[in-house]
């Protein structure tokens, strides 16, 4: 069973227009816009591509939102399909999108401000070493939150409001979320990099070696022998098993990337101390991933034992994300784009989840072999920042195409490009996102100048 086999909900009926569903008016308030069609907000030459973005809009985005709910005092934001909860990874993509229409700043101001309610409510139950986590699904109907999820998930929410903040300029949603998302930062290196190397590792206080797991890409070969153990100076008597002993190179390269959207964020509100707070930790990180998780060999970062610091002889999914944090030096990143034109990475829909070689690869296996739209994303976007614009446009084409092809889906198989999971997931909006950022060569999509006069 995966971390998200739970609740069935059926989605928000169709939706045309912003605006024609009377839960989607209450949803953003009395501010919000009028009646907007997507096709007034972007545009494209391919009608193909823009019946494919409208689906995406329809389904991947406004089909997400919800009004309060249980523990959800505020908007919130679901994943689809049967996750029926506001998760961090999911729920970054949707706001991306959602930011892009007008008088929707308080509806994005709900959705996050459900995480700093939650902290508040963990933080009166918890001794002070566990304060200020963000749990990585906030669900509804949980009556028992403080034992399930006792996990948290990628740490990205920093870049998901910085991408927010990129469209609609809200400060108003900085001021209320920074103190509150730098404290979450600053739990995540206390129970995360308990070695203090500046390496990310996974873990629950379940002490479930699995819900440590799910705190990154769930069934990752990286962590097949990942182990729980006690906190390796801490001697509480209420210490548990709870610390992974394998620092994944995913969730550190993903937390540097927060910790660089969080020093911009706090330079727009004109903090420089909390600044240079995070700039320490982004050179100290860097550092120990340039350090002790690059190979060469394997042309990417790999990740490694938390005591002894010994490589993990697999490259994942998780390899990659550096790309994007800005971890890589440029003969690093060239050496990563070589790798990545290999038959190790080079399944007709790319980008695998792991080396293909590897003998647990399959093609449909989750996390194990196949194709995320997400990650794709973040890879080719990475890619194109360091220069290899070709091969991020041929990683963004292949994507898109096989959206065109079998439509919006959780995940791929990575030979076929048969959906896998959940259809129009929220996260795959990020299909789109590849050709609203540029990444693609062959599909685009741009929002619509205003008419003069």
């Known amino acids: 069973m995966n971390r998200r086999t739970f609740l069935q909900t059926s989605l928000v009926g169709s939706l045309a227009v912003l605006g024609s569903s009377p839960l989607t008016t209450s949803l953003l308030g009395s501010e919000g816009p009028a009646l907007i069609d997507i096709r007034s907000l972007l545009e494209s030459e391919d009608p193909g591509v823009m019946r494919l973005v409208q689906d995406i809009f329809r389904e991947c985005v406004l089909g997400k939102l919800r009004p309060p709910e249980g523990t959800l005092k505020r908007q919130w934001i679901t994943a689809g399909g049967g996750f029926y909860g506001q998760w961090i990874w999911d729920t970054m993509f949707v706001l991306d999108w959602l930011a892009l229409l007008p008088g929707t700043q308080q509806s994005i101001r709900d959705v996050f401000q459900n995480y700093w309610d939650f902290q508040v409510r963990w933080n009166e139950r918890m001794p002070s070493y566990a304060r200020d986590m963000v749990p990585c699904m906030i669900e509804p109907k949980n009556t028992d939150w403080l034992k399930y999820p006792a996990y948290s998930q990628i740490p990205i929410l920093a870049w998901g409001m910085e991408r927010v903040y990129q469209r609609n300029h809200d400060k108003e949603l900085l001021k209320q979320g920074l103190p509150s998302l730098e404290r979450f930062h600053e739990w995540y290196w206390r129970e995360r990099d308990v070695s203090q190397v500046g390496l990310i ?87 120990a991933m340039r350090r002790y998780m690059w190979d060469e060999r394997a042309g990417t970062f790999l990740s490694v034992k938390r005591d002894s610091l010994e490589k993990i002889p697999v490259a994942t999914i998780g390899s990659w994300m550096a790309l994007m944090a800005g971890v890589p030096t440029k003969a690093m990143a060239r050496r990563m784009a070589e790798a990545l034109r290999t038959e190790h990475w080079t399944t007709p829909l790319p980008v695998p989840t792991v080396d293909r070689k590897d003998q647990r690869w399959k093609s449909d296996s989750y996390w194990r072999g196949d ?58 909006c990020s299909i789109a996102t590849l050709m609203l950022d540029g990444l693609s060569r062959n599909y685009s999509i741009r929002v619509r100048r205003k008419q003069a006069g």
């Open 201 to 287: 590792a996974v873990g629950s206080y379940s002490g479930v070696v699995q819900h440590a797991r799910f705190e990154t890409f769930d069934y990752e070969c990286n962590l097949d022998s990942l182990q729980l153990t006690r906190h390796p100076t801490r001697k509480g008597a209420d210490e548990g098993a709870w610390y992974g002993d394998v620092c994944a190179a995913g969730n550190t390269a993903y937390l540097i990337m927060g910790e660089n959207s969080l020093v911009r964020l706090a330079e727009a509100v004109g903090d420089k101390a909390m600044a240079a707070r995070r700039k320490l930790r982004i050179k100290k990180a860097t550092a």
């Open 371 to 428: 194709v995320w739209p997400a990650p794709n994303y973040q890879i080719a976007t990475g890619l194109a920042r360091y220069g290899h614009k070709d091969l991020a446009a041929d990683i963004a084409d292949k994507s898109i195409a096989n959206a065109l092809k079998n439509g919006v889906s959780e995940h791929y198989d990575a030979v076929s490009g048969k959906p896998l999971g959940v259809t129009f997931l929220g996260m795959s």
